[in-house]
């Protein structure tokens, strides 16, 4: 065991409690502790007590005098005049007994709170304070600030409490083996890595305290790429934990002529994006390893035709194709498409979803086994999580295709990779900046269809105040008099007490539909009705048998009803801008002008921001690089997901050092793919994989 994997407990002077409080953290070795880095710094320079004004909260130096201490009204209270050479200020503790033995006139303090200004002078209340010469680190002109933490009722593991326990220990820094080759370091001058974590805790300078920031970042961005890497580079072999795997070699899969009379079927043109992922996914079809690619799009940019292009391919070589879709309403959607795009060459196309009675499903999954000549054998298959049963198998699957890949967890798609390995093409409709979905999705080739199809209208987007809500519903009631068809998306699916003013849909259709649009027709759906339910519900909606739907965010992806040309969105500062964006993209799909209004429950300044960035931006793209940097990658993108730990010191909107990330990691997997001339590298990324699972 070494120095840095001791035990807190034999190594900390403090009590179990606290030591337990740690352990609710993950942190029980002097390694965890010191891996505990602070969320943020607040720059703690010392002012004169003559510059304070009353609401500043300030950190002054000076010498305490009139030291007292009395009790009234049940408190315990302690009071000084602490004095500078500008002048003095009253200084009152409540409660706080213990600073009795701790303090006495004379002694030097440092101390940092907010000024008051109470019975005509200044003064602070219940500031931090430490002696000058006594304790180190804590209210110097760089302060961290770490998440502190309840102790169950019994005060926080607070940032003063955590850097007084850190100090003694900072010595053990010296100990870390730094993970990264030294003509790395030199090659990207990065501060080394005891020295960063050191300097991470307690900053000597702002200039060095970057650096530090910087060389951390650097590893957790770093380390992810090499992880990601390496498992492109096991995937193209087709090894996995069980060893070397084999890949279905599709021969020959390019059909020229199947693809020109493909194309010359479709009532479009493809533009140059996707005309350039084609190529890409047929460059992977012909290569000598099984594909792995992100094809990703904004709403309508046309993916499902691209994919379509990959199936045919397959088929045509002789294989199979599943395509998995996170909604029962998604797949039929696609199963709609797949059948108009593909049937007309002799694709046989077929749906499996867990709600088909036990007798059809047994009867489609015993057609996928059968051999490729036989008339009944099923060529492209179509469903949800149903096709990742262990009831399901084919008979030569060549390619998987995984709509909305971010909707299901990592151990369901690599569920399909098991059926003989085959090529795997993974599509996202939300957006992602470039270098993030590098990281993200990292172990993947990426292709981005960054372009509209020609002919398709922005979508007019408004906010809505209130007060225009009436006519708003009157000018509604005039489009769907002229054919036209409206959502209306709900934040809830029933009221909800804590959250009053939110509009929940179960309230809001009843209402709608009994004192607003009486004489039209309204359908409900959401997430807690059985799948039957809501495919029949979308199927009365694009036949135009439902005028208006209102929903929850169930409709965010996969309804494609050229009719529908307004989206109205309640309680739209609740939602992020990349959601919002994914329900704006459910209108606009036919030849009428279409909307969006958005009506929010509360305009603070970080909503308005959004709503207006909404107004203001029709690229999915654009808009998700704004909503990564007000909201981070967690909460836009489901992270977790992916299997992406949360960052402890980089940011995903950091795309400078992302970049230079990903250039090391493409060098060291070049040359080295299992790590094996690299050790210390390997180690560290190992216990990274165990500290992402734990958590």
């Known amino acids: ?169 900072m010595y053990m820094t010296q100990y870390f083996d730094d993970p990264l080759p030294e003509d790395l370091r030199q090659r990207n001058s990065l501060m080394d890595f005891g020295a960063a974590i050191k300097e991470s805790h307690f900053p000597t300078s702002r200039e060095t305290l970057e650096k530090a920031k910087g060389r951390l970042a650097f590893d957790e961005l770093f380390m992810l790429q090499v992880s990601a890497l390496q498992k492109k580079w096991a995937w193209r072999r087709g090894i996995d934990e069980n060893g070397f795997g084999k890949r279905i070699p599709i021969e020959d899969p390019i059909h020229v002529e199947s693809h020109e009379k493909f194309i010359k079927s479709l009532p479009f043109t493809l533009t140059r994006a996707q005309e350039k992922s084609v190529g890409e996914i047929y460059e992977d079809l012909d290569g000598n390893y099984p594909m792995l690619r992100l094809l990703q799009g904004d709403v309508g940019s046309g993916k499902t035709v691209v994919a379509a292009t990959a199936a045919l391919q397959a088929v045509k070589a002789g294989f199979q194709v599943a395509i998995m879709a996170p909604t029962s309403i ?61 009831t399901i198998d084919f008979k030569n699957l060549g390619l998987a295709i995984v709509d909305e890949q971010h909707r299901f967890g990592v151990k369901q798609r690599e569920k399909l990779k098991t059926f003989g390995n085959p090529h795997l093409l993974n599509m996202s409709a939300t957006p992602i900046p470039r270098t993030l979905a590098l990281t993200i999705y990292g172990d993947q080739d990426l292709s981005v269809i960054d372009e509209l199809p020609p002919g398709r209208q922005e979508i007019m987007t408004r906010i ?141 300044e970080d909503n308005k921001s959004r709503l207006i960035a909404m107004v203001k931006h029709a690229s999915g793209f654009k808009l998700s690089e704004i909503d990564l940097e007000l909201r981070g990658p967690g909460e836009v993108y489901g992270v977790r997901q992916s299997g992406i730990p949360d960052l402890r010191m980089a940011t995903f909107s950091d795309s400078r050092i992302i970049k230079q990330a990903r250039t090391e990691a493409e060098n060291i997997i070049n040359t080295d793919p299992l790590l094996k001339d690299h050790p210390r590298l390997h180690r560290a990324i190992a216990r990274n994989q165990i500290e992402a699972h734990l958590a």
């Open 464 to 604: 809505v105040p209130e007060f225009k809500r009436g006519d708003a519903y009157k000018w509604i009631n005039e489009q769907i008099s002229e054919g036209r068809q409206a959502f209306v998306i709900c934040p809830l699916v029933e009221q909800s007490e804590k959250l009053e003013n939110v509009k929940a849909a179960t309230e809001e259709f009843i209402r709608l539909q009994n004192k607003v649009f009486p004489n039209l027709k309204l359908g409900l759906i959401h997430g807690r009705l059985r799948s039957e339910e809501k495919d029949e519900i979308m199927d009365r909606f694009s036949k135009n048998e439902i005028q208006i739907l209102v929903s929850t965010s169930v409709v965010e992806v996969g309804i494609d009803v050229p009719n529908a040309t307004i989206m109205m969105i309640e309680g739209a500062d609740r939602f992020g801008l990349s959601q919002l964006h994914q329900f704006r993209g459910r209108v606009g799909r036919g030849q009428h002008q279409s909307y969006c209004f958005l009506f929010p429950n509360q305009l603070t």
């Open 330 to 390: 998604l797949s039929g959607q696609h199963y709609s498409s797949f059948k108009n795009l593909l049937e007309p060459f002799g694709i046989k196309i077929e749906l499996i979803l867990g709600s088909l009675p036990s007798k059809e499903k047994k009867e489609r999954t015993a057609r996928l086994k059968k051999d490729k000549d036989d008339p009944n054998r099923i060529d492209v298959v179509i469903g949800t999580h149903a096709l990742i049963q262990d």
């Open 1 to 169: 065991m070494t120095v840095l994997d001791q035990n807190l407990k034999g190594v900390l002077r403090t009590t179990s409690r606290h030591l337990k409080k740690l352990a609710e953290l993950n942190i029980f070795t002097v390694r965890d502790f010191l891996m505990y880095f602070p969320r943020r710094y607040e720059d703690q320079s010392e002012s004169l007590i003559i510059e304070l004004a009353p609401g500043d909260k300030k950190v002054i130096k000076g010498h305490i005098s009139n030291f007292s201490t009395k009790r009234a009204r049940g408190m315990n209270i302690l009071s000084a005049l602490v004095i500078d050479s500008t002048g003095a200020i009253e200084v009152v503790w409540f409660n706080q007994p213990y600073l009795k033995d701790m303090l006495s006139s004379g002694d030097e303090v440092i101390l940092a709170g907010r000024v008051r200004f109470d019975y005509g002078k200044l003064s602070m209340q219940n500031p931090s304070v430490e002696i000058v010469g006594k304790e180190k680190g804590h209210s110097a002109n760089i302060v961290p600030i770490y998440s502190e933490r309840d102790m169950e009722g019994r005060g926080r593991l607070s940032s003063k409490w955590l850097r007084e326990k850190l100090h003694p220990i």
